[in-house]
């Protein structure tokens, strides 16, 4: 059988005080030069400072304001906004990656997310191939201390969850899979309080879902799987979480029911679903090669102009100039169905793709995001061959070209990835092979090179 995992492969609210609102009138008032990483645009030049062939050159005190990325989902969200970051420099090395303190237990499946405070948050997942495995622990890397502390565990266990930052700064974690059974649920972590409460109830469940957060603060969250064994089907559904409510509101369904897609917010505040299947698991269903738009003002969908080809298990990300670019995945369910090398470029200005350079090998269930430089990194997956890898390469939009950049000490595919301040790129966990058979619990941080 094709390698998926056996099962799904894929809150309270605070009070706001008067105070809160003065600090913030004085904030905007004397930082105009700040500004929220939103939308993907370009910040303006950071300091740099060099790090060592090991990568852990500590950072120079000057610095300019830095934005807050926040890592990708499994499925795919990208595009995260969280408030504006403390200055902090970029850091450059040798494009070389350091061992760091391993999880406690091996696992893949997580969900991620880069707390305001520049800690990064790993949740959920599992320790095996299927979600009869999945855990609720909650892990927070200090990258200042370089470790790795517990958490209080979430309300429920969950593997292949839809993880965002929210502009408060709190966490919500959104669905997931557990005993096989894609789950509704959803809860929201506090940094502050180091709690957990819960978040409500979607109207279907949904694992290998897409959570964007909209530029008004509500959340998106379209798709995925919804039917357990044995047709595990996707849905085409769609429904927005309000932080400041608490609540869920249906909105308009897409045309095709997706999961294992990708969603990216746009420059305008639209979110662009690409890609995905029909069903979330095993040899079935049709991959799409469609994509739609959502308009948060209108509440409606719209269709896109259609990829080269179809994708699942592909990446997305932002690029600093408001484009969208694609890589890799399958484009069928089959056995023989070979990992893509291809990439191309979604200009939302043009409504057209465009294909671009592709990756040095086929990947899919890799990891990708976007650097603060705005180059990209993508991070191991699976080859055409079926093999885990522990390559990366970093992708130049200026020149739409791909280069190999340092190895993993493990190959790796589906760990949780996150951007931290400084540029610098942790990887945690991940399974060791295409069926996840085996896990690891195996952690590494990558300082890229100067562009």
Same mark, same amino acid.
């Given at each position: 059988?094709?390698?998926?995992?056996?099962?799904?492969?894929?809150?309270?609210?605070?009070?706001?005080?008067?105070? @809160?609102?003065?600090?913030?009138?004085?904030?905007?008032?004397?930082?105009?030069?700040?500004?929220?990483?939103?939308?993907?645009?370009?910040?303006?030049?950071?300091?740099?400072?060099?790090?060592?062939?090991?990568?852990?050159?500590?950072?120079?005190?000057?610095?300019?304001?830095?934005?807050?990325?926040?890592?990708?989902?499994?499925?795919?969200?990208?595009?995260?906004?969280?408030?504006?970051?403390?200055?902090?420099?970029?850091?450059?090395?040798?494009?070389?990656?350091?061992?760091?303190?391993?999880?406690?237990?091996? /696992?893949?499946?997580?969900?991620?997310?880069? /707390?305001?405070?520049?800690?990064?948050?790993?949740?959920?997942?599992?320790?095996?191939?299927?979600?009869?495995?999945?855990?609720?622990?909650?892990?927070?890397?200090?990258?200042?201390?370089?470790?790795?502390?517990?958490?209080?565990?979430?309300?429920?266990?969950?593997?292949?969850?839809?993880?965002?930052?929210?502009?408060?700064?709190?966490?919500?974690?959104?669905?997931?899979?557990? @005993?096989?059974?894609?789950? @509704?649920?959803?809860?929201?972590?506090?940094?502050?309080?180091?709690?957990?409460?819960?978040?409500?109830? #979607?109207?279907?469940?949904?694992?290998?879902?897409?959570?964007?957060?909209?530029?008004?603060?509500?959340?998106?969250?379209?798709?995925?799987?919804?039917?357990?064994?044995?047709?595990?089907?996707?849905?085409?559904?769609?429904?927005?979480?309000?932080?400041?409510?608490?609540?869920?509101?249906?909105?308009?369904? #897409? *045309?095709?029911?997706?999961?294992?897609?990708? *969603?990216?917010?746009?420059?305008?505040?639209?979110?662009?679903?690409?890609?995905?299947?029909?069903?979330?698991?095993?040899?079935?269903?049709?991959?799409?090669?469609?994509?739609?738009?959502?308009?948060?003002?209108?509440?409606?969908?719209?269709?896109?102009?259609?990829?080269?080809?179809?994708?699942?298990?592909?990446?997305?990300?932002?690029?600093?100039?408001? $484009?969208?670019?694609?890589?890799?995945?399958?484009?069928?369910?089959?056995?023989?169905?070979?990992?893509?090398?291809?990439?191309?470029?979604? @200009?939302?200005?043009?409504?057209?793709?465009?294909?671009?350079?592709?990756?040095?090998?086929?990947?899919? $269930?890799?990891?990708?995001?976007?650097?603060?430089?705005?180059?990209?990194?993508?991070?191991?997956?699976?080859?055409?061959?079926?093999?885990? #890898?522990?390559?990366?390469?970093?992708?130049?939009?200026?020149?739409?070209?791909?280069?190999?950049?340092?190895?993993?000490?493990?190959?790796? #595919?589906?760990?949780?990835?996150?951007?931290?301040?400084?540029?610098?790129?942790?990887?945690?966990?991940?399974? /060791?092979?295409?069926?996840?058979?085996?896990?690891?619990?195996?952690?590494?941080?990558?300082?890229?090179?100067?562009?």
């Amino acid at each position: 059988m094709k390698p998926r995992s056996s099962d799904a492969v894929r809150r309270g609210v605070g009070l706001v005080l008067a105070i @809160d609102a003065l600090a913030l009138a004085v904030v905007l008032a004397t930082a105009p030069a700040a500004f929220i990483w939103l939308d993907g645009s370009r910040p303006s030049p950071l300091a740099v400072s060099s790090a060592g062939a090991s990568g852990s050159g500590a950072a120079s005190p000057a610095a300019t304001v830095s934005p807050g990325v926040a890592s990708p989902s499994p499925s795919g969200a990208v595009a995260t906004p969280t408030e504006s970051a403390p200055a902090q420099t970029l850091t450059y090395g040798d494009g070389t990656w350091s061992r760091i303190p391993s999880l406690p237990q091996p /696992l893949w499946g997580t969900g991620s997310a880069l /707390l305001k405070d520049g800690r990064v948050l790993v949740v959920g997942g599992s320790s095996g191939p299927v979600s009869s495995t999945a855990v609720a622990t909650v892990e927070v890397f200090d990258p200042q201390a370089n470790s790795w502390a517990a958490a209080t565990p979430m309300l429920q266990a969950r593997a292949y969850p839809a993880t965002v930052t929210l502009p408060d700064g709190s966490v919500l974690v959104v669905g997931g899979s557990r @005993d096989g059974l894609p789950l @509704d649920s959803a809860e929201r972590y506090f940094p502050d309080s180091v709690s957990w409460v819960s978040a409500g109830t #979607m109207s279907v469940p949904r694992t290998h879902s897409t959570a964007t957060v909209l530029q008004d603060g509500r959340v998106l969250v379209v798709g995925g799987g919804s039917d357990a064994s044995s047709t595990f089907k996707s849905t085409n559904t769609a429904e927005i979480f309000d932080p400041a409510t608490g609540n869920w509101t249906p909105t308009a369904s #897409m *045309a095709s029911s997706r999961a294992l897609h990708t *969603a990216t917010l746009l420059a305008d505040g639209e979110v662009l679903m690409a890609g995905g299947a029909s069903t979330y698991h095993g040899s079935k269903g049709t991959v799409r090669a469609t994509a739609e738009i959502y308009d948060p003002k209108s509440a409606s969908w719209r269709a896109a102009a259609p990829l080269s080809v179809a994708r699942y298990h592909h990446t997305a990300v932002l690029l600093s100039d408001g $484009r969208v670019l694609i890589a890799g995945g399958w484009s069928f369910t089959t056995n023989t169905d070979p990992s893509l090398a291809t990439a191309e470029i979604y @200009d939302p200005a043009a409504g057209t793709w465009t294909p671009t350079g592709s990756m040095a090998v086929g990947r899919a $269930r890799a990891r990708m995001t976007a650097l603060p430089d705005g180059r990209v990194l993508v991070v191991g997956g699976v080859d055409p061959a079926y093999r885990v #890898m522990a390559t990366a390469e970093i992708y130049d939009p200026a020149t739409g070209r791909w280069q190999p950049t340092g190895r993993l000490a493990t190959a790796v #595919m589906w760990p949780a990835m996150a951007v931290l301040r400084d540029g610098r790129v942790v990887v945690a966990g991940g399974a /060791l092979e295409a069926l996840a058979g085996h896990v690891t619990a195996v952690c590494a941080i990558y300082t890229p090179p100067a562009p």
